[in-house]
């Protein structure tokens, strides 16, 4: 009965002079995530039930991203719009009191940790954390998308098992991280650090456009030279000039080194994922000295 009205607004659509916009959204409600982590929780509890889009471009740092008007749009359409929350997005304070009904703030009531006495937002790197953010997806999405619960709790069930195997080899290799100090670009790795028992020593702050005083330079290439560091971590979604630039000082190489805010679409057409990125950090941290 559902795909034969469905069909019948099809056909009537062009004759009224208006687009039937595909297929897909038709059939399936639409749910919208503000940047990569969010998006790949909602896409993987939503499943093929609906469609998930993500509101910043693959390839695109969200600190600061300002959204264009077609994304807009979307949350408009949206039956839910999925956001971390903590100031991560900088569009959220002018947009969201018009769809606050539909929006979902994954961080919140979740523990936090500060950078320099300010709430660092990079909570999705903390798993623990990041399983209690799908919980939020789920009973979000089951609330406003009954009819798909079962497949909605499927999905999150999967998710889960493929999370936890992800912590199993993350495990191997924790014992030998332990205690490590990193130099990284920006601090976005306080719950990753707190996770595994490592020392963050960061040029930018929370921000990756932040610009690092000059005693902030020379405190980092103090600590590089002290502690032994060879590798300078930098983000292939930021500019790598000053993690560079600090490199080519202390001697050290620069590596690529991924907090999970974005993926390239050469990636995500490789078939990367959250699991992997994240495991691939681990191994990069493991094959840095000290
Ligand atoms: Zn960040």
Redesign the pocket.
Known sequence: MRIKSLRKIRFLLPLLGLCSCGPTQLDRPLVVASFYPVWFLADAIGGDAIDVENLTPAGT???DFELVPSAVRKIADASLCFVNGLG?EAWTDSLLPSYQKKTIILSEGLPTQSVDGAVD??IWLDTALYRQMGEKVLSSMVQALPSYAGEFRANFASFCADLTEMEASAKEIAASIAGKPIAVS???YGYLCNEFHLKQIYING???DQEPTQQTMTQVLDAIASYGIDTVFF?EL?SPAVAQAIAKASGAKAESLN?L?GLEEDEIAEGATYFSVYLENLHKIQEAKP
């Open positions: 740092e969200p600190h991560m937002p990079h920006h601090a976005a929370l921000s990756p983000e930021a907090p805010e």
